[in-house]
């Protein structure tokens, strides 16, 4: 037997971001949209816990035990003493280390794909539960759709969508890692008053009603300017978004990944071709949401 699970990527329309805590995280506001693109995670007994991976850029994944799908699976079997002897492939078609939860996604693949598996019977408040142990954007990947995310990004409180978002995505040529958006975050605020994160009201009623130009008014990402200082050639990618039509373009989370919301999903087309043509990023992919969390697809 064995079971698959198809998980989303995300987009953050809204990222607030506070001063740093005691325990070195800081309390977010984040409004996350889950989008169509997906990893799919399959689970199969084995004779031994194992990770394999396949599709774009799955050389850069880990395939040891500090993957975040052999992690669900471990602590799911620890909190029901089973032997986590299972077979973990994924296949990739989410950009790895995009600021898009690619790595969260597969790790709440494997807890679902896991869970169903083994038959443990987890209520979804135990498996929403490890998600956070696992990590701030798991719990999310779960539950797809749209949510509000606050403390570290794991307390979820899901969001009314009136309608269909269209999306643009530009991978950029490399990556970025969060703990240095955040460290660079850190260094840019230094001596500033960083407010409270808080949801924007105007954000949340446009995507309640399903507006595409109230919510391209209403986006916002405070690790954009960190990320920037980091990749500066970013700003040519969301220059390059904004010249073919996008009605906003911002960094995806902790990028590099820049997204762009488009009117519909024509004018998506044309920002994806008007992006490709630009030479500013490697690859350029479209999608919409928001789309469910974590499913099970085969078993």
Sequence with gaps: MSVTVRVPAKVNVQ?????????????????????GLHDEVTVTPAEELRVTCEGPDAAQVPLDRTNLAARAALALAGRYGIEPAVHLHIAK?????????????DGAGALLACDTLWGTGASREELLDICAELGSDVP????GGAALGTGRGEKLRPLDVGGDFSWVFAM???GLSTPAVFR????????????EPVASEALLDALAKGDPEALAAAVSNDLQPAALSLFP??????AAGSAAGALAGLVSGSGPTTAFLARDAGAA???ADALRASGTCRAVRTASGPVPGATVIRA
Excluded: Q, Y
């Excluded at 990222?15 to 889950?34: E, I, K, Q, T």
């Excluded at 078609?93 to 996604?105: E, N």
């Excluded at 660079?184 to 407010?195: H, Q």
């Design 233 to 238: 050639e970013l700003a040519d990618t969301l």
């Design 140 to 143: 999310f990947s779960l539950v």
């Design 184 to 195: 660079e975050f850190d260094r840019l605020t230094a001596g500033l008053d960083v407010p």
């Design 93 to 105: 078609d989410i950009p790895v280390a995009g600021g898009m939860a690619g790595g969260s996604a």
């Design 172 to 174: 950029a040529e490399r």
């Design 269 to 271: 087309r044309k920002i």
């Design 15 to 35: 990222l607030a971001v506070g001063a740093a805590r005691p325990d070195g995280f800081h309390d977010l506001a984040n409004v996350f949209l889950a989008v």
